[in-house]
């Protein structure tokens, strides 16, 4: 059936670090895939999507490119701030405009 | 814009209590879905409703729980009688329903439940 696996965390980083999280699915098509962000004590928040092979999506410097060949969206930030500190969450559409969603990772960014 | 909007924010109460969380989604979009989250078993999805019809609910751990959608604009969860382990952080969350899987959800700031 089809999921999603992404890197578990959780990932620390110092500030102005280069983020990579890792992201593959499985699926019998060609889904939606988004990336969501969860802040402390608030709900998930789209970050980014992309809707077909090759598609980039971005946001807020982060980036993921949706790669077929691959069946991967990882997701990548250049400079990564302490503000930038929340948990990620991989995901994919699915029938009747489910979302399957990652186990999500934890990311920690430190001055 | 207003996003979706749950209440209360926070929740505690005795075992065997009845607990009623409430949501009310973005106008215009005509899918609704409830999740659990713990640490534990990370984001679940309980169910899914489409212009206000229960189209999945296989994710509803037992017979305890129970969700309405009586109109488009409000959709309850209720656990009657609650237990401890239904403690976690419950989310509605509400998307264009298209059919086509590539509308992202908007999610409410959630319930966090306390039974004790």
């Known amino acids: 059936g089809d999921s999603v696996t992404q890197m578990e965390g959780p990932v620390t980083l110092s500030e102005e670090a280069f983020l990579t999280i890792n992201c593959t699915y499985t699926?019998?098509?060609?889904?939606?895939l988004f990336w969501y962000v969860q802040y402390p004590g608030e709900g998930l928040q789209l970050l980014l999507k992309a809707t077909k092979a090759d598609d980039k999506g971005s946001n807020k410097g982060f980036e993921a490119t949706y790669r077929k060949e691959t069946t991967s969206f990882h997701l990548e930030k250049g400079s990564v701030q302490v503000s930038d500190s929340a948990v990620y969450f991989c995901a994919q559409g699915t029938s009747y405009d489910k979302v399957i969603f990652g186990p999500g990772t934890s990311l920690s960014v430190i001055p | 814009d207003a996003g979706v909007i749950q209440s209360p924010r926070h929740e505690v109460t005795e075992m065997g209590q009845e607990v009623t969380l409430r949501c009310k989604p973005i106008s215009g979009h005509n899918s609704l879905f409830w999740y659990r989250q713990t640490m534990m078993r990370g984001l679940e999805l309980l169910i899914y409703?489409?212009?206000?019809?229960?189209?999945?609910d296989s994710g509803m751990p037992e017979d305890r729980f129970s969700a309405k959608m009586p109109n488009a604009s409000f959709s309850t969860l209720k656990i009657q009688p609650s237990e401890p382990r239904d403690s976690a952080v419950y989310f509605c969350?509400?998307?264009?329903?298209?059919?086509?899987?590539?509308?992202?959800?908007?999610f409410g700031d959630g319930t966090r439940l306390s039974i004790l």
């Open positions: 409703f489409n212009n206000n019809v229960p189209i999945d």
């Open positions: 699926a019998t098509g060609y889904p939606s």
């Open positions: 969350a509400s998307s264009r329903g298209t059919g086509m899987s590539n509308q992202p959800q908007h």
